[in-house]
């Protein structure tokens, strides 16, 4: 009987292949595999993808030009600022690879790190944000636990989970799930960002980087799978050059991250679905094109996975 590795592999490059053929063509049908779970449920993973290589389909953009980036016409005004511990990203029209006509990104702040597991453990005990269960001596401050939905997975991964280590408070908080990461940013008077707000910081806005660490290939720039494997997440400023030119960190790499929906996904098939979207690289990353946003996001069919944290905008 084939292991759940095994089975999660097959679920995620099946997931995979129709994600990237949705983006192209949204009004396309893909067939699913036989027994497969619907359609939310087998989104594309690169983000979480275990055991199995990434589909030939997922490289290709790699040999694409940077994506085309058409300045705002109007200057922000002078008095404009953001809290302190976010950056300003200036307004602009984002045009993606064959995935819809340019989108329009108004001026918004965005968290400069992804929030951590202190900061989130603190929410919780302020009584602002939510614990995974209920009060008990068995659900912890911060979540412990992947959801994969795959028999035997979670008790095989979920070793990855911040909440459940020690010493790991400066590292940033994975396996929360959407609506908490959403909860959380309430929490601050904030709100997730679109997928297209976080493309566009990544790309550091106007700046127009190929890569939010400011070169195409990335090596021991980010924190990533490669040029080596990683035992789970890095500490937040482990890696001072990941950075846009906004001061940004950790947009190329650590954990993939919770978004609200990109605007080619809020009609159609995509919308009814009440898929959760993530965008970027993590840990476990190893292809560039998600490490440079080349791929866009993907969406994401666990409910809570060792590869996905968030940050805050607003």
């Not at 929360?176 to 910081?201: H, M, N």
Request: charge should be negative.
């Amino acid at each position: 009987m084939p292991s759940p590795l095994a089975d999660r592999g097959w679920l995620l490059f099946v997931a995979a292949l129709g994600a990237l053929a949705h983006g192209c063509d949204e009004g396309r049908a893909e067939p699913a595999a036989p027994g497969a779970p619907s359609e939310v449920e087998v989104a594309a993973v690169e983000v979480g993808a275990r055991e199995v290589a990434p589909p030939a389909v997922a490289a290709e953009p790699r040999e694409s030009p940077a994506r085309d980036v058409v300045p705002a016409q109007h200057e922000l005004p002078a008095t404009r600022t953001c809290p302190e511990g976010t950056a300003l990203l200036e307004g602009g029209a984002l045009t993606t690879l064959e995935r819809g006509p340019a989108v329009r990104i108004e001026p918004f702040c965005l968290d400069l790190d992804e929030v951590s597991v202190a900061e989130f453990r603190a929410c919780v005990r302020d009584g602002r944000c939510d614990r995974a269960c209920a009060p008990g001596a068995r659900c912890p401050e911060v979540p412990a636990r992947t959801d994969w939905r795959i028999p035997g997975e979670d008790d095989v991964v979920s070793r990855f989970c911040n909440g459940g280590r020690e010493g790991a408070d400066e590292h940033p908080v994975n396996c929360v799930s959407f609506e908490e990461a959403i909860g959380y940013c309430a929490a601050q008077g904030k709100r997730l960002p679109t997928g297209d707000e976080w493309e566009w910081a990544s790309r550091s806005a106007l700046s127009r980087r190929a890569s939010p660490w400011g070169t195409a290939v990335a090596t021991d720039e980010i924190c990533w799978g490669k040029p080596h494997k990683r035992a789970g997440t890095c500490a937040r400023g482990a890696h001072p050059k990941d950075l846009t030119a906004q001061n940004v960190r950790a947009m190329g790499g650590g954990l993939s991250e919770w978004v609200s929906a990109p605007a080619r996904a809020r009609s159609g098939k995509a919308a009814a679905s009440g898929a959760r979207w993530a965008y970027g690289a993590s840990w476990y990353a190893i292809d560039d094109g998600y490490a440079r946003a080349a791929l866009g996001g993907v969406q994401m069919p666990a409910r809570r996975a060792e590869t996905v944290g968030f940050r805050c905008a607003l």
